[in-house]
């Protein structure tokens, strides 16, 4: 297994290791002992699976009151992944990092708690896979909106489909400290 560590401290790409043969591949996509020795120490307490078509763009979401951190993966399709740090007291509060995610090179992404977090689908579909370390809780979720000037994210997909309320979301500077999860302040 090979640890990246991105320019935003605690944003880490993993890359299992993957035994392939002519019958398939076989990869361990989680074990507590050995993320920790990578600096993932965290119990993960929710497991998702979100299934989407090309062009679909979810986010940028997180929690405010509880804050999430994630350990995500396409199982199968490619996505472009987004994190951006919202961490306050952070040298990189604002910045984003991306990522293709890819059923092909099985890479994962670690996000820490503080962070809002986005895809778009490149594939015709693509089926994502998420640990977290807390519960979703509907009535906590905060936002950004996508296309936020002042983040410039340079989205892999254009024209993407959103939903009613990705659309709505704010831009970062809209949001007073209390908006920002939990970590961030």
Same mark, same amino acid.
Do not use: H
């Given at each position: 297994?090979?640890?990246?560590?991105?320019?935003?401290?605690?944003?880490?790409?993993?890359?299992?290791?993957?035994?392939?043969?002519?019958?398939?591949?076989?990869?361990?996509?989680?074990h507590k002992e050995k993320y920790k020795e990578l600096g993932v120490e965290r119990d993960f307490v929710q497991d998702n699976l979100s299934f989407s078509r090309k062009g679909v763009l979810r986010g940028l979401h997180f929690q405010v009151e509880r804050p999430q951190a994630k350990l995500v993966q396409t199982?199968? %399709?490619?996505?472009?992944?987004? @994190?951006?740090?919202?961490?306050?007291?952070? @040298?990189?509060?604002?910045?984003?990092?991306?990522?293709?995610?890819?059923g092909d090179n099985m890479k994962q992404m670690f996000i820490p708690e503080g962070f809002a977090h %986005?895809?778009?689908?490149?594939?015709?579909t693509a089926l994502f896979s998420y640990k977290c370390s807390d519960i979703f809780v509907a009535d906590d979720e905060?936002?950004? *909106?996508?296309?936020d000037p002042d983040? @410039?994210?340079?989205? @892999?997909?254009?024209?993407?489909?959103?939903?009613?309320?990705?659309?709505?979301?704010?831009?970062?500077?809209?949001?007073?400290e209390?908006? *920002?999860?939990?970590?961030a302040q």
């Open positions: 297994m090979q640890l990246k560590r991105t320019y935003i401290e605690g944003l880490l790409v993993i890359e299992p290791d993957i035994y392939r043969d002519q019958r398939g591949f076989f990869l361990e996509s989680f199982v199968f %399709g490619e996505v472009f992944d987004v @994190a951006v740090d919202l961490r306050r007291n952070s @040298a990189t509060f604002g910045k984003w990092f991306s990522i293709i995610l890819s %986005g895809f778009c689908v490149l594939s015709e905060g936002g950004i *909106l996508w296309s983040l @410039a994210i340079s989205w @892999a997909c254009s024209n993407p489909q959103l939903s009613e309320k990705d659309r709505r979301m704010p831009l970062l500077s809209q949001l007073d209390g908006d *920002l999860p939990r970590t």
